[in-house]
């Protein structure tokens, strides 16, 4: 009954946010768009395109970092593990591809699950942190639209309540990593992840993750507005940041593969905040993802090939890749 609920409300949302996009491509100057598209720069994109991989690159070099204590001493294979994840993020509507890299790096090392997963949710709590640091520090500092300055209050207190619980578990960390024993119950599993997690967030790893996180996204900045430069969008710095945070939010629920569509409508409604015409929005916005998915997809999908190690290990990736 939940299940059907959910399934129900599911296709209602889909229904709506379908409508919000034709409405919204009604209004879109798709002749300006396209012209824009065909006139941008090559050598501009071929650089947000190295600047977006750095990007995902330096996310890979966080999670080794947390890994290392667990034994995992490949940088490759972190590397090549987190660029099949993305890979699938950016083809289906969950985030199989989280789940995809656990399955991927404890695969290859025999290293638990569990202790692969609690390393992988410090990364993704140090991403958060450093997002939500972007964003209390751009409402401050800088002159963005109302839409995104409304989050301030709500992103300083997540920000605080987060540093502290980080804080207390830095404090309890210890240098060695305990063996718990390879238990397959639930408490078991569990008892394993939330060890693995206290021992593995010491005061050092989380400031060089938290460095690493920062670096990412002034990646992802540059992307987009190199992006922005490329397509001749008259943006400033400060909106390409804007167009990133609003875009970030929107992540937290994924209604299609990537975003497709939703990254667009979003992109173009804060360029237009800026006074900028949302055909040319668009165009800049389609090309952002162009960059930003398809070689992301190209890479990773050979990685995993070069990952996986039987029939079993593609079925088990295949079930991750379900929507939920």
Known sequence: MIVERRRWLRVVALLV??????????????RAAATAARSADIGLLMLALVANQLSLALKAVRWW???????????????????????????VVAQGGEGARVLLVSRATG?????????????RVLDAVSYLTLLVAATWMLDLPDTLVRWRTAASVS?????????????????????????????????????????LASPARLAIGMALSLGAW????????????????????S?????????????????????VGVFQLIYAVTARGFGIAEGPAVAAALLIQTIQVLPTVAIGTMMAHGLLGGPRDEERLAKLSRPL
């Open 65 to 91: 970092m947390f890994l290392r204590p667990l034994g995992v001493r490949s940088l490759s294979l972190v590397v090549r593990a987190t660029f099949a994840g993305a890979s699938l993020n950016n083809l």
């Open 239 to 259: 909106g390409s940041i804007a167009a990133l945070l609003a875009i970030g939010i929107s992540f937290l629920i994924r209604a299609t593969p990537g975003n």
């Open 159 to 199: 920000l605080g309540v987060v540093v502290v619980l980080l804080v207390a578990l830095s404090r309890t960390a210890e240098k060695q990593v305990p063996h718990l024993g390879l238990g397959t119950t639930p408490l078991s599993y569990l008892r394993r992840f939330t060890s693995s997690a206290n021992d």
């Open 17 to 30: 946010l379908a409508t919000l996009l034709v409405a919204f491509g009604r209004h879109v100057d798709w």
């Open 111 to 123: 290293v638990s699950s569990a202790r692969v997963a609690a390393a992988l949710a410090l990364e």
């Open 218 to 237: 002034a990646l992802q900045v540059t992307t987009y507005h190199t992006v922005a430069l490329a397509a001749h969008l008259p943006i400033s710095l």
